[in-house]
């Protein structure tokens, strides 16, 4: 507690200095990063096995594919379409490459480097157009388009939802204007300040697509709920009667010190992801531990110092009547009561129905969702990609054989053709059988590789398989004794453990209910891929066990905070709950609404993340609050304090315990 009592107070006496050093460094962070760039991650670092060494093949050879794209022409003339792509000037190997009834399949590489490609097409676009012609479009510069669009799109959906929403709880929460909108200007500009170190990092640790969303989820749900916090106890102590500056120790050394072991949790528990060994869980977890370790260090340093600024007119702007200083809500207490009165019935009961939502996930199937499974029914480029499908079989979905050297038998496969000392065979690679057939084929060939979505998928799934082990069992333990330094209680220590277990296995089976099996995915405007994203899992465990730990940490501080004044541990767990109960739901809400907003972006990996995330704190925040814990802790009883004795904090120094209605 002393760390995060010594940096508000320090804060608070140099307000000025603090909150000038807080503009500087996110300014500093912001403009350094943008000089520096981001530095994506590279084919070969997102593959692994032999996607992987067909992929560094490649490269040792000097070979670099150019981009290519296919055009269905629906008649049985396509010689205009063929002379208005070659009359650009952006594309080279214009040709008809195959026909099918009443329609002619056009192909064609694009000039020049194969991540430019997106930038030529509107020209090529224009020119088919122009000929009248009944065509569709697929390909590599049309697929880049589409995600780079919807990444676009989706980053500022996200961002003009998910803002409005967190201001209008915290409006609801606070009751003013001010006091709502600290916690979200510190969150965007931990966030902007993130993004800015993060592009320095990516140097080292090459980004991921997704970083920048992922780090815009948890940054808003983290920074405000820290500031959240941190913000309404101090107004609780003002509301009691304390002066301005004892309100900012007692928030300091509370609820800093909640912050503070909250943000270690989430960052070692993301940290784990660095023993996947794959570099975009790794972009992944450099993303969130920065913007978690800005948010947390804003929190108790740049907040204080604008809070003793601010004094009381942080209540500037009230739109509602102020509530009495400890008055809550009367439902969060009744529930407690009745909990505390038959805990066995309660654990059983909340236990049980916490299991049976985690029932799908004995069946839950995980793959690398593809194109298909990915964009949305409906979309243009899918239905271009069904028709050339349908059209000609195997043309959108084919693999390639590397090989060093002669390819002997293995020409027999496919087309080959030979490249800078290499052989290259195009196989069809549709479905498991073709993948089975072609790893069979070049089985005990060190010097052959295979290469295509679907072996790349096989080969990423497998690397997961690999890492869920080592993963989980790092961000366990290291959960277990963070909680154990944070309280010296084994008791409280292995109870979060288990209880995130429970909400993370419940919140796999929801995901696999809605996802797989389509219960109820209409809801959520889209239709259900057949499949959980097979990254989800491994990431969603990490971030609910880092994320839970936030109002889990604030709950059971304020339990044994009232314990350690004297409070029998029954009586302490009903007052921590009862007292927290405003915050802690304001602060869920936040979450919820946040990653619910993720849950109506158009990729289906961003809303089986948005659901999965929503659903889990939806759950801590209700089931295992307010029922589970309570209830475990009361069978517990005095044992939930197996590593340490009450220490009697001075009445003077702090606000008395008042009782919960």
């Not at 003009?160 to 929460?173: D, E, F, H, R, S």
């Not at 090459?206 to 106890?233: E, K, P, Q």
């Not at 969060?332 to 996930?361: D, E, K, Q, W």
Request: hydrophobic share 55%; glycine share 8%; proline share 4%.
């Amino acid at each position: 507690m002393e760390i995060a009592e010594k940096l508000g107070g320090w804060s608070a006496r140099h307000r000025v200095l603090a909150v000038t050093l807080w503009v500087l460094f996110v300014v500093g962070s912001s403009v350094l990063g943008s000089l520096a760039g981001q530095r994506p991650m590279t084919d070969a670092e997102d593959a692994f096995g032999g996607s992987r060494q067909a992929i560094e093949m490649l490269e040792e050879a000097g070979i670099e594919d150019p981009a290519s794209e296919l055009v269905l022409v629906h008649g049985t003339d396509a010689s205009a379409v063929v002379a208005a792509v070659e009359g650009t000037g952006q594309a080279v190997g214009v040709r008809e490459a195959a026909r099918s009834g009443d329609k002619v399949l056009v192909a064609f590489d694009w000039k020049g480097d194969p991540d430019e490609a997106a930038g030529r097409y509107p020209a090529v676009r224009d020119a088919i157009a122009a000929t009248g012609a009944h065509t569709e479009v697929f390909g590599s510069a049309t697929v880049d388009l589409w995600f780079e669009r919807a990444f676009d799109e989706d980053f500022k959906r996200a961002e003009w939802t998910a803002v409005p929403l967190a201001l209008g709880i915290l409006l609801i929460a606070f009751g003013a204007l001010v006091a709502a909108v600290l916690p979200v200007a510190l969150a965007l500009t931990a966030f902007v300040a993130a993004l800015g170190l993060t592009a320095l990092l990516s140097h080292q640790f090459h980004a991921a697509d997704a970083t920048n969303s992922v780090m815009l989820l948890m940054g808003l749900a983290v920074g405000v709920d820290y500031c959240l916090f941190y913000l309404r106890r101090e107004r609780e102590e003002r509301a009691l009667g304390m002066t301005s500056a004892e309100a900012l120790r007692i928030a300091a050394r509370t609820s800093g010190h909640s912050v503070l072991v909250s943000g270690a949790t989430v960052s070692v528990a993301m940290a784990g992801l660095f023993l996947s060994g794959m570099p975009m869980f790794v972009s992944f977890a450099v993303g969130t531990i920065v913007v978690v370790l800005v948010a947390m260090t804003g929190s108790v340093t740049v907040l204080p110092a604008l809070l003793s600024l601010l004094g009381d007119r942080v209540d500037a702007g009230r739109i509602v009547r102020r509530c009495g200083p400890r008055r809550e809500a009367r439902l969060m207490p009744a529930i407690v009561r009745g909990v505390l009165a038959r805990p066995g019935l309660a654990a059983a009961l909340s236990a049980v129905f916490l299991i049976v939502l985690a029932l799908p996930v004995l069946g839950m199937k995980t793959e690398l969702l593809s194109l298909r499974q990915t964009i949305p029914a409906g979309d243009p480029l899918l239905t271009a990609y069904t028709h050339i499908e349908e059209a000609f079989p195997g043309r959108a979905e084919t693999g390639e054989i590397i090989v060093k050297g002669p390819a002997g038998d293995l020409a027999a496969l496919g087309e080959a053709r030979e490249q800078n000392g290499l052989t290259r065979i195009t196989v069809p690679l549709a479905d498991e059988a073709d993948l089975q057939r072609a790893r069979e084929a070049i089985e005990g060939r060190p010097d052959a590789a295979l290469r295509g979505d679907l072996a790349f998928s096989a080969d990423y799934t497998a690397q997961l398989n690999d890492a869920l082990l080592p993963v989980f069992a790092f961000v366990a333990a290291a959960a277990f004794l963070i909680m154990l330094a944070a309280f010296r209680s084994a008791a409280i220590a292995l109870t979060s453990v288990m209880l995130n277990l429970l909400s993370v296995a419940a919140a796999y089976g929801v995901i696999t209910g809605i996802f797989q099996h389509r219960w109820g995915d209409e809801l959520f405007g889209t239709t259900g891929a057949g499949a959980v994203q097979a990254w989800l899992p491994l990431f969603v465990f990490v971030i609910l066990f880092g994320l839970s730990m936030d109002y889990h940490v604030f709950v059971v501080s304020r339990i044994q905070e009232a314990w350690r004044r004297g409070m029998p541990t029954r009586e302490a767990i009903a007052h921590g709950i009862g007292s927290s109960a405003g915050t802690v739901t304001s602060a869920a809400l936040i979450m919820v609404a946040v990653f619910a907003v993720f849950a109506t972006l158009s990729m289906q990996d961003f809303k089986q993340l948005g659901v999965g995330l929503a659903v889990a704190v939806l759950l801590d925040a209700t089931v295992i609050r307010a029922v589970l814990l309570p209830s475990i802790l009361t069978l517990l009883g005095d044992r939930t304090w197996s590593l340490r004795k009450p220490k009697p904090v001075p009445a003077p120094q702090d606000a008395p315990l008042t009782p919960v209605p």
